[in-house]
T-cell receptor
Framework: AQSVTQLGSHVSVSEGALVLLRCNYSSSVPPYLFWYVQYPNQGLQLLLKYTSAATLVKGINGFEAEFKKSETSFHLTKPSAHMSDAAEYFCAVSEERGGNNRLAFGKGNQVVVIP | DTGVSQDPRHKITKRGQNVTFRCDPISEHNRLYWYRQTLGQGPEFLTYFQNEAQLEKSRLLSDRFSAERPKGSFSTLEIQRTEQGDSAMYLC?????????????FGQGTRLTVV
């Protein structure tokens, strides 16, 4: 079965600094990969997705992620952190061919932005 | 359409009681998913429907859990004889069929506390 690993449950970043969240996946088929953001007591909002087109994917709020098959990675970055980026971020892999169906999520990264 | 709607947002119940949650998906979405998210973890897949048919159930969905989608529109998730371990956020998501834009849209969740 497909799975996702996110290391470091809490990530602290200074305002204006680079945000880097790591995601490694395991999949027996070419994967569909996603990053979601969750604000307190809210549902999940899609940041971006990789669906076998361009390997560098741009999403909302200035985030982007690069799919690297050789490293089985899909790391999320943002050049300059903003206070509003404080939230929990989840990487996920689709467990069915054809897109965002049943999703397997990582444990998440809680991002804290330090003024 | 305002997106996926879940009701109630919060539910506190005594151990042993039954609870029922409702999810109203985006109107043209025929796929509907339920996930459970415990503290410090990513969401875990419970079950999904295509129209009124329940196509798959996770092993996490014990006999005390039942989900329905009687007319292929809204869905309910019932937990019988609740246990403290059932305390979690229950998330509903919906999507269009595979082959089109299959991004899953999440509701804000129902937070269940069993005391």
């Amino acid at each position: 079965a497909q799975s996702v690993t996110q290391l470091g449950s809490h990530v602290s970043v200074s305002e204006g600094a680079l945000v880097l969240l790591r995601c490694n996946y395991s999949s027996s088929v070419p994967p569909y990969l996603f990053w979601y953001v969750q604000y307190p007591n809210q549902g999940l909002q899609l940041l971006l997705k990789y669906t076998s087109a361009a390997t560098l994917v741009k999403g909302i709020n200035g985030f982007e992620a690069e799919f690297k098959k050789s490293e089985t990675s899909f790391h999320l970055t943002k050049p300059s952190a903003h206070m509003s980026d404080a939230a929990e971020y989840f990487c996920a892999v689709s467990e069915e061919r054809g897109g965002n169906n049943r999703l397997a999520f990582g444990k998440g990264n809680q991002v804290v932005v330090i003024p | 359409d305002t997106g996926v709607s879940q009701d109630p947002r919060h539910k506190i119940t005594k151990r042993g009681q039954n609870v029922t949650f409702r999810c109203d998906p985006i109107s043209e979405h025929n796929r509907l998913y339920w996930y459970r998210q415990t503290l410090g973890q990513g969401p875990e897949f419970l079950t999904y429907f295509q129209n009124e048919a329940q196509l798959e159930k996770s092993r996490l969905l014990s006999d005390r859990f039942s989900a329905e989608r009687p007319k292929g529109s809204f869905s309910t998730l019932e937990i019988q004889r609740t246990e403290q371990g059932d305390s979690a956020m229950y998330l509903c998501a919906s999507s269009l069929p595979v082959g089109s834009n299959t991004e899953a849209f999440f509701g804000q969740g129902t937070r269940l506390t069993v005391v």
